[in-house]
């Protein structure tokens, strides 16, 4: 009996830790972002292409920023759903699509269509190219 008493003395310290408490993790930080990727760039496609977001009908060519920001807003207020969890950036990528297709000829159904392929609702795709049409695409 003895040296069972023994053996619980020596485990529970053992079992109950010797350090006490761990440590609260510091919070860092993330580095920041030394640029942002333009609205003129690639864009891929559902279909696993590629198409420009820029070119003839596209978001190139005017002072940069303004068109790009109105239509983010335009999107943010009219389409909460579809901006919830994208970056203004994506935003104008989506725009930046459904111009290029519109210049390329396609009806704004298609395009529509297209845009559902990136996970918008068939409303909100018909909603987003309306808005591209009036605040973002040229031409």
């Known amino acids: 009996m003895r040296r069972a008493g023994l053996v ?14 761990a440590p609260v993790p510091e919070w860092k930080d993330p580095p920041p972002v030394s640029a942002a990727p333009g609205a003129t760039g690639r864009v891929a ?3 696993g292409g590629e198409s420009s977001a820029g ?6 060519g005017g002072p940069p920023g303004l068109d790009g920001e109105e239509f983010v807003d335009a999107v943010r207020g ?3 759903a579809v901006a919830m969890d994208r970056r203004g ?27 559902g392929g990136y996970g918008l609702a068939a409303a909100d795709a018909r909603r987003l190219v309306t808005l591209a049409r009036t605040t973002l695409c040229r031409g």
């Open 8 to 21: 619980v003395v020596a485990v529970v310290p053992l079992l109950s830790g010797c350090g006490g408490a």
């Open 45 to 47: 496609a559902p279909d």
């Open 55 to 60: 070119g003839p009908g596209g978001v190139s």
């Open 78 to 80: 009219e389409l909460p």
């Open 89 to 115: 950036e994506e935003i104008t990528e989506l725009g930046g699509q459904a111009c290029a297709s519109l210049a390329a000829g396609h009806d704004r159904g298609e395009v529509a269509a297209e845009l």
